[in-house]
């Protein structure tokens, strides 16, 4: 009978640096790379051995810059993966040497183990065994287990009985049960918090089951359950008596179903559409060893995206009220299908939505704190245009609502700084504008015709005129919402212009479908 663990899911913040710590630090094979299956837009990656297979699996769903969660009971609060035990010494002289803080060797029921965090603080946990030596550097050999928080302790262990796995040892507050390859410790929080889910956090463990005639025998005597075709496996998700997730998977059809390189490209489930839109929405990253631009450390949280055959062009894309730094980049793709892209995440919050400055009421707005986003908008332009080698000659900004009006503000308040700009539906957002010199500065201005705030828009106009910035304002057929003819004219006057090369070949027309171009919905107002 198959027995054991599957794989184990986690959630990562930051794409790059979780590939370097388990491709480049452990070792491990990127052996898929997915489109969700239940949210095309978020990444998952499956590292394991080179042929994928069930038992050496670690994913990792990717919520690029997402909001930490908290270890409690009810969760997976660590991985263990088995070392030839030759090779302890070995792996701590690696991790000192690549700067990663760990523990040990110590003992920990019967094993020798080194115990270090990922870059999220997932806690990992080497465990030497009586494994053949494959040599060195070697990755990890496979699962050996995994840890879980339980506020009842004997309810999990019961539960966790008929899935192949039998009592073994109990010591230092934890119920160690064993299969034949692998084992789960189940640990005593009773009276401790629950877990939070978020990024750095354990999202379930998978147990491995022959085929679907042996899930569906499980799935008869549990309740609420519902069978997933996830393409590589069939899974069943049910939560323990203490709350946390575990899936049952099936061993085939396997990781090298659709791959003869397993891992090689990116994968789109068969009920997704398979675009560039989507693709725009998934964060990049670079395997250990090929050529990569680091991400900094700037005021704002932000995504960049190389295009396959950049021109030297880049935009900086501001978004509306509830949108991310994702939204405007596949509409930004198509207007200017070779530039690099920079996508900023706004930093104040109104309930719980993001946006570049807070609102007082549906047309005024917290001047303080424009100004002091402002500030910290020119920090990043400083900071972004060092450290991602952008020619400020050839830097477009495009906003959209909030992010536009913050863009016009920024102008205002740091003349020079932006040169060119798009602005979507935008308003003039601050009292008493500053009358600088804002000569050579081109804007393009787009105002829907039966958008509510058009009200607002001949005082930018105004004074973007007064200052004399070269401001062409035109209406589109459309209320706030984007249109079709955004694009074209977006695409038609950043080609006009002597500082950009963008081709007019390349750039859609009046037809093109905007429909998921642009992320926001009814909340994306000023």
Known sequence: ?????????????????????????????????????????QLHLFYGDAQGRP?????????????????????VAEIALAVPR??????????????????????????????????????????????????????????AGVTLWSEDPAATAAFLGPFGYHRGMVAEGITRLVSDSDHLDI?????FVPGIPGTGMIDHVALRMPDVDAIRAHQARLADTTLHDRRYFTSLYVREPAGTLIELATDGPGMTVDEDHP????????????????????????????????????????????????DGSAM??????????????????????????????????????????????????DQDDIRAEAAA?????????????????????????????????????????????????????????PLVDLTGVQVLGLQGARDPYGVHAPALQAWLERTGAEARMLRVDAGHELAAEDLRLASDWLASLPASDQAKAGAPGVGQDLSGAVGGGDDDLH
Not at 187 to 191: M, V
Not at 341 to 357: K, Q
């Open 187 to 191: 640990r005593d929080a009773g009276g």
């Open 316 to 365: 900086i894309l501001l978004h509306g009220t509830g949108g991310s730094e994702t939204d405007l980049m596949p509409l930004a793709h198509r207007i200017a299908p070779r530039a690099r892209l920079l996508g900023l995440r706004g930093r104040s919050t109104e309930e719980g939505v993001a946006r570049f400055f807070r609102r007082l009421s549906m047309d005024r707005f």
């Open 86 to 143: 030759m090779r302890m010494g070995d792996w701590l002289t690696r991790a000192l040497q690549h700067g990663i803080a760990v523990q040990g060797p110590l003992r920990h029921l019967g094993d020798t183990v080194l115990r270090l965090k990922d870059p999220d603080g997932i806690m990992v946990t080497l465990v030497g065994r009586d494994l053949p030596d494959a040599g060195w550097p070697a990755a990890p050999m496979r699962l």
């Open 55 to 75: 038992g050496t699996l670690v994913s990792f769903l990717v919520w690029q810059d997402g909001a930490a969660g908290r270890v409690g009971h009810g969760q």
């Open 263 to 310: 891992g090689s490209t990116l994968m789109v489930p068969p009920h997704f559409d398979d675009t560039i839109d989507l693709r725009l929405h998934l964060p990049q990253f670079a395997r250990p060893g090929e050529e990569r631009t680091p991400m900094r450390d700037l005021p704002f949280t932000h995504r960049l995206h190389q295009p396959e055959d950049p």
């Open 377 to 433: 908008f020119a920090e990043f332009w400083t900071g972004a245009i060092a450290s991602y080698g952008l020619d400020p000659a050839r830097l477009t900004v495009l906003g959209y609502s909030n992010g536009a009006n913050f863009a016009a503000a920024v102008m205002g308040l740091h003349p020079g700084l932006i040169r060119r700009a798009i602005l979507l539906r935008p308003m003039l957002a601050l009292q008493d504008p």
């Open 1 to 41: 009978m198959t027995t054991g663990l599957h794989h184990v899911t986690a959630i990562t913040r930051n794409v790059q640096a979780n590939v370097d710590f388990w491709m480049g630090f452990l070792g491990l094979s990127l052996v898929k790379q997915t489109a969700g299956f239940e949210d095309a837009a």
